[in-house]
């Protein structure tokens, strides 16, 4: 009979110690994962706002007008209005950080503006 119980004994049942590791060691990398591309999202959106900023200062715009208003007289009043108009745009890229500006005279770092 003692051979039987033997046989027919149930197998103690094992401890579920190694599934609740491996549940938190994946739970607490798919954290770190998700902090980790937080913050390259997070450094991506401010380099580019930097990069937008710099860009809106490197380029000056000087723009003037000259109107001219000619009004020929005939024998019977003002005959005809001549009205010229003169647009004057310049367009200037600044010197960036690092870079050295040629002045007119050709000597370099001098600016007789």
């Given at each position: ?8 004994r ?8 190694t ?17 980790f ?7 991506m959106?401010?380099?580019?706002c ?10 000056r ?5 000259k109107?001219?208003?000619a ?13 010229s108009i003169?647009d004057?745009?310049?367009i ?10 040629v002045?007119?005279?050709g ?7």
């Open positions: 009979m003692a051979s039987m119980d033997a046989i027919n149930p197998m103690p049942t094992p401890d579920h110690d599934t609740v590791v491996v549940v938190v060691f994946v739970s607490l990398g798919c954290v770190m994962f998700l902090a591309l937080a913050f390259v999202i997070c450094f959106i401010k380099k580019k930097k990069k937008n900023s710099d860009k809106s200062e490197i380029v715009v000087d723009e003037h007008y109107m001219n208003e009004i020929v007289e005939g024998p019977h009043g003002p005959e005809a209005v001549v009205l003169e004057d745009v310049h200037e890229d600044l010197v960036k950080k690092g870079e050295k500006k002045g007119k005279d000597v370099v770092g001098s600016s007789l503006s």
